[in-house]
């Protein structure tokens, strides 16, 4: 308890002594409560230190804090409707770059994870050649069954786990603390979000989960034509160490040399769109961190995705929603689109269906007929997110990756070829998987109504039927959790949370008071 405590005061004295405080409260009227706590808080631990002029002394400042806040940054960038779009951009320049750790600490590692035998079978193991946050990657080459093949090695750092989940639970305390005091937060699921953030990171922190998604992605790719990811060594491959296929390949930043190569940058472009929105609605898992440092192409002209830490899945009810509403704008039927956020559930059932129409064709149709490079998407996230708190739709966590993915693939497609159509490229995509799933809001809704009356034909099993209705039930609102464990760990640690909130505060209010006292 007073560990925690003490993260959030270091939390709290980096915040009070940057310039966050005051370019939330521009879009988010902070409580004055608020407000004087930081001030005080930074005051007394952390001196007068001067505020930068510019909002970029908040990237610096998170950038400080070390891996959990530099994660957790990236993160919100995903997150304008929380916190503004101010607040996003500047995150979005946060690097997840720390110093490497050196060469001979990764190959004691390797050698306590994989064993001696094995780890003799990694040679020419090259010095860090690129350090993240959680993990750094060396180039190597292996020796497998007498065949040598160049590999790429990736790290883990020592004791990473330990110190990102201490300071997760920290956050998490917070989370709950600002939803007790400020209760129109409670629509934005901030518990959920740092919930779905801290097992998005944990299963990162275990690279044979890595392993394990690159093998599915693998598995799920391999006849897409132009699309080609790299294979999983899985006998130099454990917990903390991961061996796959080295990328040779020009990165897709590097645009004058794609096209120096003689590659056509716009075709790069679309199918990179295509083959993101094929892989979210057909397969319901795609690669959920496609920024460009993660995409090469290869000499074949092939797209080629690197470090799958981040992986999304999207349930087949979702995944049939999303395509109907993605479809819907691109049909311009938004009609349509308001009549799936109801049997989704996105939104009360009390909402008139054409009134949430006309605030849908207000955001599509001022994008249709423009290219990539004329249409704002601040503006058009501003917008939804507005009619979102207009209409009461609830936040989905499932789809938060979704969301941040497609806003990163749009932004890479735009900087290879600022003239691609988005809404263009990404129709044939959508219809034909429509097609091959014929009407997938009338097969969901008849689907619920059969089971339920499947259920009530089966009176012995009376605690079956209880349960089936409560699943049900969640699924009519659009309140999916992932997994059952995952659930039922999110209720307990609320559960904590709320145990702990009478605590926390009177500690905090001890250490405000003693921070008076002393300094």
Same mark, same amino acid.
């Given at each position: 308890?007073?560990?925690?405590?003490?993260?959030?005061?270091?939390?709290?004295?980096?915040? +009070?002594?940057?310039? $966050?405080?005051?370019?939330?409260?521009?879009?988010? /009227?902070?409580?004055?409560?608020? *407000?004087?706590?930081?001030?005080?808080?930074?005051?007394?631990?952390?001196?007068?230190?001067?505020?930068?002029?510019?909002?970029?002394?908040?990237?610096? #400042?998170?950038?400080?804090?070390?891996?959990?806040?530099?994660?957790?940054?990236?993160?919100?960038?995903? /997150?304008?409707?929380?916190?503004?779009?101010?607040?996003?951009?500047?995150?979005?320049?946060?690097?997840?770059?720390?110093?490497?750790?050196?060469?001979?600490?990764?190959?004691?590692?390797?050698?306590?994870?994989?064993?001696?035998?094995?780890?003799?079978?990694?040679?020419?193991?090259?010095?860090?050649?690129?350090?993240?946050?959680?993990?750094?990657?060396?180039?190597?080459?292996?020796?497998?069954?007498? #065949? $040598?093949?160049?590999?790429?090695?990736?790290?883990?750092?020592?004791?990473?786990?330990?110190?990102?989940?201490?300071?997760?639970?920290?956050?998490?305390?917070?989370?709950?603390?600002?939803?007790?005091?400020?209760?129109?937060? *409670?629509?934005?699921?901030?518990?959920?979000?740092?919930?779905?953030?801290?097992?998005?990171?944990?299963?990162?922190?275990?690279?044979?989960?890595?392993?394990?998604?690159?093998?599915?992605?693998?598995?799920?790719?391999?006849?897409?034509?132009?699309?080609?990811?790299?294979?999983?060594?899985?006998?130099?491959?454990?917990?903390?160490?991961?061996?796959?296929?080295?990328?040779?390949?020009?990165?897709?930043?590097?645009?004058?040399?794609?096209?120096?190569?003689?590659?056509?940058?716009?075709?790069?472009?679309?199918?990179?769109?295509?083959?993101?929105?094929?892989?979210?609605?057909?397969?319901?898992?795609?690669?959920?961190?496609?920024?460009?440092?993660?995409?090469?192409?290869?000499?074949?002209?092939?797209?080629?995705?690197?470090?799958?830490?981040?992986?999304?899945?999207?349930?087949?009810?979702?995944?049939?929603?999303?395509?109907?509403?993605?479809?819907?704008?691109?049909?311009?039927?938004?009609?349509?689109?308001?009549?799936?956020?109801?049997?989704?559930?996105?939104?009360?059932?009390?909402?008139?269906?054409?009134?949430?129409?006309?605030?849908?064709?207000?955001?599509?149709?001022?994008?249709?007929?423009?290219?990539?490079?004329?249409?704002?998407?601040?503006?058009?996230?501003?917008?939804?997110?507005?009619?979102?708190?207009?209409?009461?739709?609830?936040?989905?966590?499932?789809?938060?990756?979704?969301?941040?993915?497609?806003?990163?693939?749009?932004?890479?497609?735009? *900087?290879?070829?600022?003239?691609?159509?988005?809404?263009?490229?990404?129709?044939?995509?959508?219809?034909?998987?429509?097609?091959?799933?014929?009407?997938?809001?009338?097969?969901?809704?008849?689907?619920?109504?059969?089971?339920?009356?499947?259920?009530?034909?089966?009176?012995?099993?009376?605690?079956?039927?209880?349960?089936?209705?409560?699943?049900?039930?969640?699924?009519?609102? +659009?309140?999916?959790?992932?997994?059952?464990?995952?659930?039922?760990?999110?209720?307990?640690?609320?559960?904590?949370?709320?145990?702990?909130?009478?605590?926390?505060?009177? +500690?905090?209010?001890?250490?405000?008071?003693?921070?008076?006292?002393?300094?």
């Amino acid at each position: 308890m007073i560990k925690k405590i003490i993260i959030l005061f270091k939390i709290a004295r980096k915040i +009070g002594s940057s310039d $966050i405080i005051k370019i939330v409260d521009r879009t988010h /009227r902070i409580p004055f409560f608020i *407000k004087f706590f930081f001030s005080l808080v930074s005051l007394s631990f952390g001196g007068n230190q001067k505020k930068s002029d510019s909002a970029d002394d908040l990237s610096s #400042t998170i950038q400080e804090l070390g891996t959990t806040f530099i994660k957790l940054g990236q993160f919100l960038a995903t /997150r304008p409707d929380i916190i503004g779009e101010e607040l996003t951009k500047n995150l979005e320049k946060l690097q997840d770059k720390l110093p490497p750790f050196s060469k001979s600490l990764a190959e004691n590692i390797i050698r306590e994870e994989l064993g001696e035998l094995t780890a003799k079978n990694i040679i020419e193991f090259s010095e860090p050649i690129a350090a993240a946050s959680i993990a750094q990657v060396h180039k190597a080459k292996i020796n497998e069954a007498n #065949t $040598i093949k160049d590999v790429a090695v990736k790290v883990l750092r020592p004791n990473i786990k330990e110190i990102f989940n201490s300071e997760i639970d920290a956050i998490m305390m917070l989370a709950y603390l600002v939803e007790t005091f400020i209760p129109k937060t *409670k629509r934005l699921k901030l518990i959920e979000v740092v919930f779905l953030f801290k097992e998005i990171t944990n299963h990162e922190m275990d690279l044979r989960f890595e392993a394990a998604a690159a093998n599915e992605y693998l598995e799920n790719t391999k006849n897409d034509l132009g699309f080609n990811v790299p294979k999983i060594y899985w006998n130099f491959t454990s917990e903390s160490v991961l061996t796959l296929d080295w990328v040779d390949g020009i990165s897709i930043r590097e645009k004058d040399k794609l096209i120096e190569s003689g590659k056509n940058t716009s075709k790069i472009a679309s199918d990179l769109i295509q083959h993101f929105l094929r892989q979210a609605v057909r397969d319901g898992f795609f690669h959920a961190d496609m920024h460009q440092g993660n995409i090469f192409i290869n000499s074949s002209g092939q797209i080629v995705p690197i470090d799958f830490g981040i992986m999304g899945r999207i349930d087949k009810l979702n995944r049939r929603y999303l395509a109907e509403i993605l479809f819907g704008f691109v049909s311009r039927d938004y009609k349509k689109v308001a009549e799936v956020h109801l049997v989704a559930g996105l939104v009360p059932k009390n909402v008139s269906v054409d009134e949430l129409a006309q605030a849908l064709r207000s955001i599509g149709e001022p994008i249709f007929g423009q290219s990539v490079k004329d249409i704002s998407g601040g503006k058009l996230l501003k917008q939804l997110f507005d009619i979102t708190e207009k209409f009461n739709m609830q936040t989905q966590p499932q789809l938060l990756l979704l969301q941040k993915t497609m806003v990163v693939v749009e932004g890479v497609s735009r *900087k290879l070829d600022p003239n691609t159509n988005i809404w263009e490229t990404s129709r044939p995509v959508l219809e034909n998987w429509l097609k091959e799933t014929k009407d997938p809001i009338k097969n969901v809704v008849d689907s619920l109504k059969d089971s339920a009356e499947i259920l009530k034909k089966i009176p012995e099993f009376p605690k079956v039927m209880e349960n089936a209705n409560q699943a049900l039930a969640f699924l009519a609102s +659009g309140q999916i959790p992932q997994n059952t464990n995952s659930y039922s760990s999110l209720t307990e640690k609320k559960n904590e949370m709320k145990s702990l909130r009478n605590q926390s505060i009177i +500690g905090v209010l001890i250490l405000v008071f003693l921070s008076v006292i002393v300094f």
